[in-house]
């Protein structure tokens, strides 16, 4: 069965601290799997995708990194900032044609504080 | 240029009623996809369509129906509405209908069912 988790459920931190964020898949065959970042009440804005010859992605703050043989994601985030403060949901797409190939996990609640 | 928008933002409705949700893609893109979040939990893939034809449905009721128009905008109704249709309704666009492109999500609807 196709699944994507994410741990942990919540995370508060300090601003200016660094956090981990993980993302376990199940999903197969793999295509390609994306960090979005949600705003509360808020769509989804894509952060970062890698494939699977991608090991490491930055953007900004932002790095993520991909184990394909583990089946395993982090989204690191450094010097958090207030602004940083939403959902951070880990998404994989299957290689396959249809339309429904897309899993989503859960996320994760991420709240800075000062 | 515009990113994907979505309408009305919030919305309240009684249990029994209809609802039509509206999404615009982003110009020049030719998939929808439809997704149902509720509150605390990962979107759910209801509808794709890519060029006016439906791509795949997730598992909703048929109280769900869509469709998509020639300037590739599209209507999600929901019918006979349950208090556990509450949610975050979310409209992606992309380029083409398979998971290869990229999906921009729009900011969502907010249903609250009474």
């Known amino acids: 069965k196709n699944q994507v988790e994410q741990s942990p459920q919540s995370l508060i931190i300090l601003e200016g601290k660094n956090c981990t964020l993980q993302?376990?898949?199940?999903?197969?065959?793999?295509?390609?799997l994306r960090w979005y970042k949600q705003d509360t009440g808020r769509g989804p804005v894509s952060l970062t995708i890698?494939?699977?010859?991608?090991n490491t992605k930055s953007n900004g703050r932002y790095t993520a990194t991909l184990d394909a043989d583990t089946k395993q994601s982090s989204l690191h985030i450094t010097a958090s900032q207030l602004s940083d403060s939403a959902s951070y949901i880990c998404?994989?797409?299957?290689?396959?044609?249809?339309?429904?190939?897309?899993?989503f996990g859960t996320g994760t609640r991420l709240t800075v504080i000062p | 240029d515009a990113g994907v928008t979505q309408s009305p933002t919030h919305l309240i409705k009684t249990r029994g009623q209809q609802v039509t949700l509206r999404c615009s893609p982003i110009?020049?893109?030719?998939?929808v996809s439809w997704y149902q979040q509720v509150l605390g939990q990962g979107p759910q893939f209801i509808f794709q369509?890519?060029?006016?034809?439906?791509?795949g449905r997730g598992n909703f009721p048929d109280r769900f129906s869509a469709r998509q128009f020639p300037n590739y905008s599209s209507e999600l109704n929901v019918n006979a509405l349950l208090l556990g249709d509450s949610a975050l309704y979310l409209c992606?666009?992309?380029?083409?209908?398979?998971?290869?492109?990229?999906?921009?999500f729009g900011p969502g609807t907010r249903l609250t069912v009474t």
């Open positions: 369509y890519y060029e006016k034809e439906e791509r």
């Open positions: 110009s020049g893109h030719k998939s």
């Open positions: 998404v994989v797409s299957a290689k396959q044609t249809g339309a429904n190939n897309l899993f």
């Open positions: 993302c376990n898949y199940t999903v197969s065959p793999f295509s390609n």
């Open positions: 992606a666009s992309s380029l083409g209908g398979f998971n290869s492109y990229e999906q921009y």
């Open positions: 890698m494939t699977f010859s991608e």
